[in-house]
């Protein structure tokens, strides 16, 4: 008995200490001091948790296309906030402002997103 009580203290121990690596700090994958501007076509949108993303296909200023992986909050703190999967859709443009990450990968951390409507969500 005792060592099955252990076994399984050991197996939570494991779990809680392999979800909290795996959860990245903002600061250290994102360039907090820096925020760019993308506008571009919505390919696709992962409504998911710990964090959604939506990909967009966007020009930078010297005219290069590339896709652009958006991270953003929850899926719960997005649908507080009025986004949800019928709101962003593959096809639309939009704009979105966010933190590039500090090693250059074409991923940027959203804070806010204007939908093609106009409409400007703040997102953190």
Do not use: C
Not at 23 to 43: M, Y
Not at 49 to 74: C, L, N, R
Not at 78 to 107: F, H, M
Request: no cysteine; hydrophobic share 40%; charged share 20%.
């Amino acid at each position: 008995m005792k060592s099955r009580h252990i076994a399984w203290t050991v197996a939570f121990i494991l779990v809680i200490v392999s979800g909290v690596y795996a959860h990245h700090s903002f600061a250290a994958l994102f360039d907090v001091s820096r925020t760019i501007n993308l506008t571009g076509q919505v390919t696709k949108l992962e409504f998911r948790s710990p964090h959604a993303y939506i990909y967009i296909k966007a020009t930078d200023s010297a005219g290069a296309s590339a896709e652009w992986q958006v991270e953003t909050t929850t899926p719960g703190m997005l649908i507080r906030k009025g986004i949800t999967p019928d709101t962003v859709r593959p096809g639309q443009k939009v704009s979105v402002s966010g933190n590039p990450t500090r090693d250059g990968r074409k991923i940027i951390r959203l804070l806010v997103i204007t939908m093609p409507d106009g409409k400007k969500i703040d997102v953190q």
